[in-house]
Structures are given as structure tokens and as C-alpha cells.
């Protein structure tokens, strides 16, 4: 009798199927089981190695003992049954098949609760329409299912401090998984906004459109570091995956790529090694240095819409440098940085001197963050502020629509501007977008509500605003921007109510809160004293009072402070934001600014820009 015959005689292979096919159906159940428990993640390498090894055992048993009605026996102590042998047999079977059944029903059960996989989505999958800027609660299952947002991981360790290393860690995450192109990924300033709350992942999935969410929590002591990750389908806070990672701090960094790894391998996006080089460029790779960023950021943050904006400002470039120090090719901490030298061009208060410094470190920084930056969209949209604030604007529109061209989330800083030189509705696409990104962050409604008066549907963007307050509450910028969109709508008397809750802005509205509603009404002797007792109270502001002049009607004294403004370092892109803002043509005529002049001709901007706005006082 051959091998073949004899190991068919004994069972063997009935027995070894038997043990694979009860293999399989364990590893499944431990699958699911081992996401529930805080488990090292070498658990379920473990148990598949000692499976394997046990099928050893489970073959040579086979071969020597034989199933019987009486029990087991050894082979050679065995007078064998003919019928009896078919018996065993048949048991084998129905064990085998039983079990087969069982695997399958259960794989079955699970793939309900799994994802379905989707179309391969663009970065960001689907742009809100005009009239449903942002997701509403209740609206769980718009988001599509390759959708995620970072959370900020919670720091658990004694020091304060580690909540620094605790947020670069989930921004590292967050920049890591924005590399790919089929995965939608919520924005920082929105994902770090639950920051602390213990609100209902149904609530935060659907005020941010995405399906899953990335938790997790950081507990560092000296050079040891335990990492906790879990990724949990809100609609039903299903585990897709979860792992704990007791690590020296050496090792954070492979920790941070196999959390995006596995997150990528559960939303069922295939990694290739270029998606997987791609995600790591994406860090710092440097534990000092993303501290160092994340107290500059947090600064930024508190900066904006704040009453001692330009000291925070400073404050955080303190941070942003030492992360420098630490990684000379940090990309994002250069680009941070010059947030702040484009705020100390703008101020009125700066002088010449100072003034020059700041563009002359406002042009490196961005060159800078343009030649060290991994992302090319951002990429595309520093190279816009790289040539407004140069002297030669001949690039100006090739580098708009390049980065009007980008896809998935945006990062826009000045390209504000390409609304009013002709960009208004692709500028519209972009900054819905970036609400799809960063559904928290207001400006971006702000935005497209302009974009849309830019175009004169002034009833959609001031619907637009109703519903920003509805959210976010009421602020200057939007009362300043309503006031705008009433006066082109010919109701400055609505506008001048408004007045109160705009001028608490004194760095950019607040001159123009009742000034301007007041020359849209033709009183030039009230705007001429509101604008007299604003300069009392807080000083002059060049760009305001070029607008107001203009919106007055008197051609001479906005010349005049436009020529002023043109002869500074930096006066050209001012000199364009202001004619943006005044919306009312050619606030000053180009024959006052010579620098100005030459801008416009070099880009091939048509001059003047569209009246958007008819003051009855101005005839030119």
C-alpha cells in the first residue's frame, strides 16, 4: 500500500483539513475578540505561529491513533472494522462541514458590519452646494465611508507638558493620512475643536461629514511612551481596529506609521510603497521639534480674532524657530511663520524701516516653506503669496490657476485676492472645499459668501451668513461683511445698524463700520466725523481711509494716501487687497502709484476691477 493509500486509510487528511478549517474559524473569532481587549500587538502574530506549529502534532496523532465508536486507540492495537472505519470517517466529515458552516455564517455576519468599500474617492469626495455649506446634525450617513477625522489624542501622562507631544502626535496622523488620495480627512482646526469635550462620536461624525474617527490617547514617562489607537465607525462606534503600544520613545515614529497603515488597511485603501513613502515625508520624524510647532500653532490660534494679536503673533514665532533649529527643512513651521511677518506689513502702524524687514523675511520664510514643503498643493498656494509680495507680478495669474487647480484640501492664505481679479467662481470651488475639510472653521462660509457677491448674487451670500451665525455666532467680520453685501444691495441703512458689532474689530472694519454706510447714503458730513472720531480713538489706518476717501467722492485725498501707500515695502499687494475690499472700481487712479501701476501691467489685470458697489458720491 503507498504513503498516499495509508495516510487516506488512517484519516490524516480528514483530521489535518478538519484542524485547518477550526484554525481558520479561531483566528476570525480573535480577530473580532482582540480589538476588545488592551492586547500587545504581537497577539495575533502568536496565535497564528502556534497554530501553524500545531498542525504538526495534530498530523502525527492522526497517524497513530484512530478514532473508534469505543474510543481512541492505537493504530497497531487496532482490529479495523471496515464499517467502523467509514463511521469515523463520516464523523470527520460532518465535523469538517460543520465547521465550514459556522466559518461562513459568521464571516457573513461580519460583513454587515464592515464598510462597503466605495469608489475610489477624491481627496475630498463630494463639494456642499450653495445652499448647505457645512453638515447638520443628524446628518450621519452623508458622510462617505472613507472619511475620517484625528482626534487630538489625550495626554495621560502627570506633566502638562506631554499635551504638546500628545497633539504633534495626532497632527503627525492627521498630515500622514491626508497624503491619501482616496481618503477624505477632516481638517485640524475642525478635528482638534472637540479638543478636551466628551461629546457623542454620532454628534462629532456628523458635524464634521466623515464616517470614522481615530481616538486614541499618549502616556509618556522619560524614554518609555505608551500609544493607544483605536478607529471607530461613528455610526455605530464599531472598533474597525485598535492596538496599544508600549515603545521607547526611539520607536514613535514607527508607531505613528503603523497606526496609518492600519487605519489605511481597515478603511480598505490599498497602500503601495509610494503612498506609504508619501505619508512619511509628511512628518517632521523629530519629537522636540513638533512640540516646539505645536506651542507656536496653539499661539496662532489664540492670535486671530484676538485683541493682542500681533504680541501672540511674536510670541509663537519663538516656538516655530526653535523647531527650526531642530529641523532646518521644516516646511510647515516656515510657512506658520510668516502669518506673522505678512500681519506686521499690513499693520498701519509700521513704519518704512521695520516694515521692510518684515517683507524681506516675509519673502524668505516662503521661499522657504515653498522649497521644504512635501505637500504639493501647498506648495501651489505659497507660490501665490511668493509673488504677490514680490516685485514682479508677470507670474501672478499662471500661479492662481495652478493652485485654484489643486485638489483636496486646500491651504489658502492670501489667494483671497484671485476673488476680485476674475477668479470669483473658481475661488468658490475652493473655498467649499475647504468648508468640506474644515467644516468648524467659519472664515471659509466668510469666503464663499464673497465669492458669491463678487459675482452679485448678494441674496445667496448674505443667506450664507444668517446660517454662519446660526453656528458659529455673530462677530465683526461677519457684521462687516453683511454691512458690505447691504450696501451693494442698496440698504446702508441696514447696514449702519450693524455698525456697533463691527467696529469692535480696530484692526481692519472698524474705521469703515459707519463711514461707509453713511457715504452709501450720500452723508458725506457724518461719514467725514465718524471717520474724524475714529482717528481720535484708535489712530489712522491707511487702507481704510484710501476707501472711504474714494467712497466720498474725493479723488485727491485717496490718491494722495494711495500714493503714500504705494511708495512702501509691500504697498502693491495692499494696494490690491484695498481696491478688492472697496468694491467700488478704482478707489485711486493707477497715475498715483507708479509701483502699483507696473504690478497690474506685468500680471495683465484688467483695470479697473468691477464695480461692485455704486457710491452716490463717487463719479469716477
Same mark, same amino acid.
Not at 466559518?103 to 475630498?124: D, H, K
Not at 480696530?506 to 461719514?527: H, Q, V
Not at 481720535?536 to 500714493?563: C, T, V, Y
Not at 467700488?584 to 502699483?596: H, I, M
Given at each position: 500500500?503507498?504513503?498516499?493509500?495509508?495516510?487516506?486509510?488512517?484519516?490524516?487528511?480528514?483530521?489535518?483539513?478538519?484542524?485547518?478549517?477550526?484554525?481558520?474559524?479561531?483566528?476570525?473569532?480573535?480577530?473580532?475578540?482582540?480589538?476588545?481587549?488592551?492586547?500587545?500587538?504581537?497577539?495575533?502574530?502568536?496565535?497564528?505561529?502556534?497554530?501553524?506549529?500545531?498542525?504538526?502534532?495534530?498530523?502525527?496523532?492522526?497517524?497513530?491513533?484512530?478514532?473508534?465508536?469505543?474510543?481512541?486507540?492505537?493504530?497497531?492495537?487496532?482490529?479495523?472494522?471496515?464499517?467502523?472505519?467509514?463511521?469515523?470517517?463520516?464523523?470527520?466529515?460532518?465535523?469538517?462541514?460543520?465547521?465550514?458552516?459556522?466559518?461562513?455564517?459568521?464571516?457573513?455576519?461580519?460583513?454587515?458590519?464592515?464598510?462597503?468599500?466605495?469608489?475610489?474617492?477624491?481627496?475630498?469626495?463630494?463639494?456642499?452646494?450653495?445652499?448647505?455649506?457645512?453638515?447638520?446634525?443628524?446628518?450621519?450617513?452623508?458622510?462617505?465611508?472613507?472619511?475620517?477625522?484625528?482626534?487630538?489624542?489625550?495626554?495621560?501622562?502627570?506633566?502638562?507638558?506631554?499635551?504638546?507631544?500628545?497633539?504633534?502626535?495626532?497632527?503627525?496622523?492627521?498630515?500622514?493620512?491626508?497624503?491619501?488620495?482616496?481618503?477624505?480627512?477632516?481638517?485640524?482646526?475642525?478635528?482638534?475643536?472637540? %479638543? #478636551?469635550?466628551?461629546?457623542?462620536?454620532?454628534?462629532? *461624525?456628523?458635524?464634521?461629514?466623515? +464616517?470614522?474617527?481615530? $481616538? &486614541?490617547? @499618549?502616556?509618556?514617562?522619560?524614554?518609555?511612551?505608551?500609544?493607544?489607537?483605536?478607529?471607530?465607525?461613528?455610526?455605530?462606534?464599531?472598533?474597525?481596529?485598535?492596538?496599544?503600544?508600549?515603545?521607547?520613545?526611539?520607536?514613535?515614529?514607527?508607531?505613528?506609521?503603523?497606526?496609518?497603515?492600519?487605519?489605511?488597511?481597515?478603511?480598505?485603501?490599498?497602500?503601495?510603497?509610494?503612498?506609504?513613502?508619501?505619508?512619511?515625508?509628511?512628518?517632521?520624524?523629530?519629537?522636540?521639534?513638533?512640540?516646539?510647532?505645536? %506651542? #507656536?500653532?496653539?499661539?496662532?490660534?489664540?492670535?486671530? *480674532?484676538?485683541?493682542?494679536?500681533? +504680541?501672540?503673533?511674536? $510670541? &509663537?514665532? @519663538?516656538?516655530?524657530?526653535?523647531?527650526?533649529?531642530?529641523?532646518?527643512?521644516?516646511?510647515?513651521?516656515?510657512?506658520?511663520?510668516?502669518?506673522?511677518?505678512?500681519?506686521?506689513?499690513?499693520?498701519?502702524?509700521?513704519?518704512?524701516?521695520?516694515?521692510?524687514?518684515?517683507?524681506?523675511?516675509?519673502?524668505?520664510?516662503?521661499?522657504?516653506?515653498?522649497?521644504?514643503?512635501?505637500?504639493?498643493?501647498?506648495?501651489?498656494?505659497?507660490?501665490?503669496?511668493?509673488?504677490?509680495?514680490?516685485?514682479?507680478?508677470?507670474?501672478?495669474?499662471?500661479?492662481?490657476?495652478?493652485?485654484?487647480?489643486?485638489?483636496?484640501?486646500?491651504?489658502?492664505?492670501?489667494?483671497?485676492?484671485?476673488?476680485?481679479?476674475?477668479?470669483?467662481?473658481?475661488?468658490?470651488?475652493?473655498?467649499?472645499?475647504?468648508?468640506?475639510?474644515?467644516?468648524?472653521?467659519?472664515?471659509?462660509?466668510?469666503?464663499?459668501?464673497?465669492?458669491?457677491?463678487?459675482?452679485?448674487?448678494?441674496?445667496?451670500?448674505?443667506?450664507?451668513?444668517?446660517?454662519?451665525?446660526?453656528?458659529?455666532?455673530?462677530?465683526?467680520?461677519?457684521?462687516?461683511?453683511?454691512?458690505?453685501?447691504?450696501?451693494?444691495?442698496?440698504?446702508?441703512?441696514?447696514?449702519?445698524?450693524?455698525?456697533?458689532?463691527?467696529?469692535?474689530?480696530?484692526?481692519?472694519?472698524?474705521?469703515?463700520?459707519?463711514?461707509?454706510?453713511?457715504?452709501?447714503?450720500?452723508?458725506?458730513?457724518?461719514?467725514?466725523?465718524?471717520?474724524?472720531?475714529?482717528?481720535?480713538?484708535?489712530?489712522?489706518?491707511?487702507?481704510?481711509?484710501?476707501?472711504?476717501?474714494?467712497?466720498?467722492?474725493?479723488?485727491?485725498?485717496?490718491?494722495?494716501?494711495?500714493?503714500?501707500?504705494?511708495?512702501?515695502?509691500?504697498?502693491?499687494?495692499?494696494?490690491?487687497?484695498?481696491?478688492?475690499?472697496?468694491?467700488?472700481?478704482?478707489?485711486?487712479?493707477?497715475?498715483?502709484?507708479?509701483?502699483?501701476?507696473?504690478?497690474?501691467?506685468?500680471?495683465?489685470?484688467?483695470?479697473?476691477?468691477?464695480?461692485?458697489?455704486?457710491?452716490?458720491?463717487?463719479?469716477?
Amino acid at each position: 500500500m503507498s504513503l498516499f493509500e495509508e495516510l487516506k486509510r488512517r484519516n490524516v487528511f480528514r483530521v489535518v483539513a478538519a484542524y485547518v478549517v477550526m484554525s481558520w474559524l479561531l483566528l476570525q473569532v480573535a480577530d473580532v475578540a482582540l480589538d476588545a481587549f488592551d492586547v500587545p500587538d504581537w497577539t495575533s502574530r502568536f496565535l497564528i505561529l502556534a497554530l501553524a506549529i500545531g498542525l504538526v502534532p495534530v498530523a502525527v496523532f492522526a497517524w497513530i491513533f484512530e478514532m473508534t465508536p469505543e474510543g481512541i486507540k492505537k493504530e497497531s492495537e487496532l482490529d479495523r472494522d471496515h464499517s467502523a472505519t467509514h463511521s469515523t470517517g463520516r464523523k470527520l466529515n460532518y465535523l469538517t462541514i460543520a465547521m465550514v458552516v459556522s466559518g461562513v455564517i459568521f464571516v457573513l455576519y461580519q460583513s454587515r458590519n464592515e464598510p462597503v468599500p466605495a469608489t475610489p474617492e477624491p481627496a475630498v469626495a463630494q463639494v456642499v452646494s450653495a445652499e448647505k455649506t457645512a453638515p447638520e446634525a443628524g446628518t450621519e450617513g452623508a458622510a462617505v465611508a472613507r472619511s475620517i477625522a484625528v482626534l487630538p489624542f489625550v495626554n495621560m501622562s502627570a506633566d502638562p507638558e506631554n499635551e504638546y507631544f500628545a497633539d504633534g502626535l495626532s497632527e503627525e496622523l492627521l498630515n500622514q493620512l491626508a497624503q491619501l488620495p482616496d481618503l477624505q480627512v477632516a481638517g485640524r482646526t475642525s478635528s482638534f475643536s472637540f %479638543k #478636551g469635550k466628551n461629546e457623542d462620536l454620532r454628534k462629532i *461624525g456628523a458635524t464634521l461629514g466623515v +464616517a470614522n474617527v481615530l $481616538e &486614541g490617547s @499618549v502616556r509618556r514617562q522619560g524614554e518609555q511612551v505608551r500609544v493607544t489607537a483605536q478607529l471607530i465607525r461613528v455610526e455605530d462606534g464599531f472598533h474597525l481596529w485598535s492596538n496599544t503600544y508600549d515603545r521607547k520613545m526611539d520607536d514613535v515614529f514607527a508607531i505613528q506609521d503603523d497606526i496609518s497603515s492600519n487605519v489605511a488597511n481597515a478603511l480598505k485603501i490599498v497602500l503601495d510603497e509610494s503612498a506609504r513613502q508619501r505619508m512619511q515625508n509628511a512628518g517632521v520624524r523629530n519629537v522636540d521639534a513638533f512640540v516646539e510647532y505645536q %506651542k #507656536g500653532a496653539e499661539l496662532f490660534s489664540h492670535a486671530h *480674532g484676538g485683541e493682542d494679536m500681533m +504680541a501672540l503673533l511674536r $510670541e &509663537g514665532v @519663538v516656538h516655530f524657530d526653535r523647531a527650526i533649529e531642530l529641523v532646518p527643512e521644516f516646511g510647515a513651521a516656515y510657512w506658520s511663520k510668516s502669518d506673522y511677518y505678512a500681519h506686521v506689513i499690513l499693520d498701519s502702524e509700521t513704519t518704512a524701516g521695520p516694515r521692510a524687514a518684515a517683507l524681506a523675511d516675509l519673502q524668505y520664510v516662503l521661499d522657504q516653506a515653498y522649497r521644504f514643503s512635501a505637500d504639493s498643493p501647498r506648495r501651489a498656494f505659497i507660490d501665490v503669496d511668493r509673488v504677490l509680495f514680490s516685485d514682479d507680478w508677470t507670474p501672478l495669474h499662471d500661479r492662481i490657476r495652478k493652485a485654484l487647480a489643486t485638489e483636496g484640501c486646500p491651504t489658502p492664505t492670501w489667494i483671497e485676492l484671485a476673488t476680485g481679479i476674475g477668479y470669483a467662481e473658481d475661488s468658490k470651488k475652493m473655498w467649499e472645499r475647504h468648508q468640506q475639510c474644515e467644516p468648524l472653521d467659519q472664515i471659509g462660509t466668510l469666503k464663499v459668501a464673497q465669492t458669491y457677491a463678487m459675482q452679485g448674487d448678494f441674496k445667496t451670500a448674505l443667506a450664507l451668513l444668517d446660517e454662519s451665525e446660526v453656528q458659529f455666532g455673530s462677530s465683526a467680520w461677519t457684521a462687516a461683511s453683511k454691512q458690505w453685501f447691504l450696501i451693494a444691495m442698496g440698504r446702508p441703512e441696514e447696514a449702519l445698524e450693524l455698525a456697533p458689532l463691527a467696529e469692535i474689530d480696530t484692526s481692519f472694519f472698524g474705521m469703515s463700520a459707519r463711514t461707509l454706510p453713511l457715504a452709501a447714503m450720500g452723508d458725506a458730513e457724518g461719514a467725514m466725523a465718524a471717520l474724524a472720531n475714529w482717528k481720535d480713538l484708535h489712530g489712522p489706518n491707511l487702507r481704510s481711509e484710501i476707501e472711504i476717501h474714494a467712497a466720498l467722492g474725493q479723488r485727491q485725498q485717496a490718491n494722495q494716501l494711495a500714493a503714500e501707500m504705494d511708495a512702501l515695502p509691500g504697498g502693491s499687494m495692499q494696494l490690491l487687497l484695498t481696491t478688492m475690499y472697496c468694491g467700488c472700481g478704482a478707489p485711486f487712479d493707477l497715475e498715483a502709484t507708479p509701483n502699483f501701476r507696473e504690478r497690474i501691467k506685468e500680471s495683465g489685470t484688467e483695470w479697473p476691477l468691477e464695480t461692485i458697489i455704486h457710491y452716490p458720491l463717487k463719479d469716477w
